[in-house]
């Protein structure tokens, strides 16, 4: 376990540069997570480091395969200054332990809800998990394991997390883009969805 989370650090640091802050939070019953902090210009990053050390597992699963399943780490990017945005560190470490505490496999397309702010204003409660492969690159591990997934998550409204419900995380990506919606903004307001 603590060797995959070293190579999980090696490349974050590869990908991101130096972290600058760091904090750790422990659940009940679960491993240790961490909440890595990179500065990047005006964009600040926030990357768990933890969630990787075990395979996700099938809840529905008899026994957990100790080395096969899926493995990821979340990525969170937001403009430096508009907001306390450093508040996100817990929530983002609840989301990173989801799979050890409810049995959830998280990928790309899943909508991860943290039932308050992400940060204090924010009006954001969830997330949208986009897909693995841009900002820091997957990490292949030794034959079983699967490779860690670095997972973006782009902030969403409540409206904007219900609309992506009914209609599909690729129709709520498309309406982002077409409204050229800066989903780094700590404090934007929904996309248009009527």
Same mark, same amino acid.
């Given at each position: 376990?603590?060797?995959?989370?070293?190579?999980?650090?090696?490349?974050?640091r590869?990908?991101?540069?130096?972290?600058?802050?760091?904090?750790?939070?422990?659940?009940?019953?679960?491993?240790r997570?961490?909440?890595?902090?990179?500065?990047?210009?005006?964009?600040?990053?926030?990357?768990?480091?933890?969630?990787?050390?075990? *395979?996700? +597992?099938?809840? =529905?699963? !008899?026994?957990?395969?100790?080395?096969? $399943?899926?493995?990821a780490? #979340?990525? @969170?990017?937001?403009?430096?200054?508009?907001?306390?945005?450093?508040?996100?560190?817990?929530?983002l470490?609840?989301?990173?332990?989801?799979?050890?505490?409810?049995?959830?496999?998280?990928?790309?397309?899943?909508?991860?809800?943290?039932g308050?702010?992400?940060? *204090?204003? +924010?009006?954001? =409660?969830? !997330?949208?998990?986009?897909?693995?492969? $841009?900002?820091?690159?997957? #990490?292949? @591990?030794?034959?079983?394991?699967?490779?860690?997934r670095?997972?973006?998550?782009?902030?969403?409204?409540?409206?904007?997390?219900?609309?992506?419900?009914?209609?599909?995380?690729?129709?709520?990506?498309?309406?982002?883009?077409?409204?050229?919606?800066?989903?780094?903004?700590?404090?934007?307001?929904?996309?248009?969805?009527?």
């Amino acid at each position: 376990m603590s060797d995959v989370l070293a190579l999980v650090e090696a490349r974050l640091r590869t990908a991101l540069g130096e972290p600058d802050a760091r904090a750790a939070v422990t659940f009940l019953g679960t491993d240790r997570i961490e909440v890595l902090r990179f500065h990047d210009g005006d964009v600040v990053r926030y990357a768990t480091l933890g969630m990787s050390a075990q *395979p996700m +597992a099938d809840p =529905t699963a !008899v026994v957990a395969d100790p080395l096969r $399943g899926p493995r990821a780490e #979340l990525v @969170l990017s937001v403009r430096a200054g508009l907001a306390d945005t450093d508040k996100v560190l817990r929530p983002l470490a609840v989301l990173a332990a989801s799979p050890q505490v409810e049995g959830l496999v998280v990928a790309p397309g899943a909508s991860l809800d943290t039932g308050e702010p992400l940060w *204090p204003g +924010a009006p954001f =409660t969830s !997330v949208l998990v986009a897909g693995s492969g $841009g900002l820091v690159e997957d #990490l292949e @591990l030794d034959e079983p394991m699967d490779p860690v997934r670095f997972l973006p998550l782009l902030p969403m409204t409540p409206n904007e997390a219900a609309w992506k419900r009914v209609q599909g995380a690729s129709a709520l990506e498309e309406r982002w883009l077409r409204n050229g919606t800066d989903l780094r903004d700590p404090m934007r307001s929904g996309v248009p969805l009527g």
